[in-house]
C-alpha cells in the first residue's frame, strides 16, 4: 500500500503513524532519500501489520501499549481516544 506524502512529514513522524521503526520504511522504499520527501511523493507502507485488541474488564492504555511493545501516545493517536485516554469493554483498539 502507497501513501502520499503531506506538508510537515518525515520517516520519522510516518513510521510513528504506522508503528513501523525508521529501518523499515527505508528498506520498503529503497530509493527515496528520507531527507528530501517531496509533498504528494508516495511510500510503500504495506507490510506494516496493525494489531488490535479488544477492551475487557481492568485493559488500560498504558497496560496494553506496554503488552504489545506500542506508547500511550500511539495508541491514543491510532484510535482518537481522548485526552482522559478512556477506553470502554468490548471496543477494539488498534495497539500496534
Same mark, same amino acid.
Given at each position: 500500500? #502507497?501513501?502520499?506524502h =503531506?506538508n510537515?512529514d518525515?520517516?520519522?513522524?510516518? #513510521?510513528?503513524?504506522?508503528? %513501523? ?11 527515496v ?8 511523493y508516495?511510500l =510503500?507502507?504495506?507490510g ?12 488500560t =492504555?498504558? #497496560? ?6 506500542? %506508547?500511550?501516545?500511539? =495508541?491514543?493517536e491510532?484510535n ?5 485516554? %478512556?477506553?470502554q ?7 500496534k
Amino acid at each position: 500500500m #502507497a501513501k502520499s506524502h =503531506v506538508n510537515g512529514d518525515t520517516f520519522y513522524s510516518i #513510521a510513528k503513524r504506522y508503528g %513501523t521503526t525508521v529501518d523499515n520504511l527505508k528498506s520498503l522504499n529503497p530509493k527515496v532519500d528520507p531527507s528530501s520527501l517531496q509533498i504528494g511523493y508516495k511510500l =510503500v507502507v504495506s507490510g506494516l501489520k496493525a494489531t488490535y485488541h479488544t477492551v475487557v474488564k481492568g485493559d488500560t =492504555v498504558s #497496560a496494553l501499549a506496554k503488552k504489545y511493545g506500542s %506508547t500511550i501516545i500511539q =495508541v491514543k493517536e491510532w484510535n482518537k481516544l481522548d485526552s482522559n485516554y %478512556t477506553i470502554q469493554n468490548g471496543q477494539k483498539l488498534r495497539v500496534k
